[in-house]
Every structure is written in C-alpha cells, then in structure tokens.
C-alpha cells in the first residue's frame, strides 16, 4: 500500500508541475520560449510518452523528433 501511494503522490505531482510548466511558458514571448523552456518541455513529452508506449506495450519506440514539435501548441 505505501508503494501505490508513494507512486500516485509522484504521478499528481508531476502532472501538476507539468501543468503549471506549460501555464508559465504560455505567458512567454516566442524569443522567451525557445530560450530554454522549450527543451525543457520537449524532454517531458519525450519521457513521458516513452514511459507510456513502454509500459503498455513493452517495447521501446523510437523517441520521439524535436522537430515534430516546434512550439508550444505542438
């Protein structure tokens, strides 16, 4: 039981930050953005979704392209 609990803290957590993250980087100028917050926040999505074809599949995908997503509404 503290293991599950342990885990849903960190996963409300994480989506909560996430969140807020993206609040913050919705306020920025363009120039702002890719100063930084922009790889900041493509490292969380490239995580995020490999964590999730991984563990509902069991296999590792190719990560996904920096390219593929340029900005922030991507």
Do not use: C
Not at 23 to 35: I, K, N, V, W
Not at 39 to 67: C, K, M, N, Y
């Amino acid at each position: 039981m503290f293991i599950e609990n342990q885990f849903s803290t960190l996963f409300d957590y994480h989506w909560h930050t996430t969140k807020q993250l993206i609040s913050s980087a919705e306020s920025l100028g363009q120039a702002d953005y890719h100063d930084g917050i922009h790889e900041i926040l493509f490292h969380i999505l490239r995580a995020d979704h490999g964590w999730r074809v991984a563990l509902s599949t069991g296999a590792q995908q190719t990560p996904l392209s920096s390219e593929a997503y340029p900005d922030l509404q991507t």
